[in-house]
């Protein structure tokens, strides 16, 4: 009996131990708070925020931004829905990363949860195209059965390391992202985005 208490014991005090993370020498494992910190730097690379999300969806953008700055990629498999092209665009982020072609900087200016009356609409109430308009958001939404979506919009610069892809270095960008859940799906993931 006594030597069942001990084994008990000891299995447990390690699972306690082996919970906890002992190694806090780079930022990447630090646990990133988007109110309390406006910048993170991890090996040269920056992500600033100078707006911070409000809610769950704009989070869950921000870590698409976040984990490329840390290049922490096979995170972007849980906010990112399991499709067959964005499991081959995270794949294709790593692989570019290891060849030295990477984001050096993000700098996100704003992100907005956008009402249907910003996306839904072509123009504005005085003819001229609007630059917010989503086209196809629903087409995704019918496809993958979403139960709950929120279009999350991000103002943003980029700055690149080495290379520049297909984005052009420090340039503003506004991109549109489709957020949502269908009835499989315990939290939101991203289903869409576009660049506008």
């Not at 299995?11 to 002992?22: A, E, G, K, P």
């Not at 993170?40 to 920056?46: A, C, E, S």
């Not at 953008?61 to 995270?90: Q, R, W």
């Not at 790593?94 to 949860?113: D, P, Q, R």
Request: hydrophobic share 35%; with cysteine.
């Amino acid at each position: 009996m006594k030597f069942g208490l001990a084994l008990f014991c000891v299995v447990l005090l390690l699972s306690i131990f082996s919970c906890r993370s002992t190694d806090t020498s780079t930022p990447a494992n630090e646990k990133y708070s988007f109110t309390d910190k406006k910048e993170l730097k991890v090996d040269g690379r920056i992500l600033k925020l100078e707006d911070t999300p409000k809610t769950i969806p704009e989070e869950i953008v921000i870590k698409d931004f976040l984990y490329t700055i840390t290049a922490e990629f096979d995170k972007k498999y849980d906010i990112f829905a399991n499709i067959d092209s964005y499991v081959i665009l995270i794949r294709n982020e790593k692989l570019l990363f290891e060849e030295g072609i990477y984001a050096g900087s993000y700098i996100i200016h704003n992100i907005t949860t956008l009402s249907k009356e910003q996306y839904s609409r072509s123009t504005t109430a005085a003819g001229e195209f609007n630059p917010l308009y989503y086209w196809g958001y629903q087409h995704s939404v019918d496809e993958f059965g979403l139960t709950e979506y929120k279009i999350v919009n991000v103002d943003f610069s980029i700055g690149f390391a080495t290379g520049g892809m297909q984005w052009h270095d420090g340039r503003k960008y506004n991109k549109s992202f489709l957020v949502g859940k269908n009835s499989s799906d315990s939290t939101y993931k991203i289903y869409d985005f576009t660049t506008m």
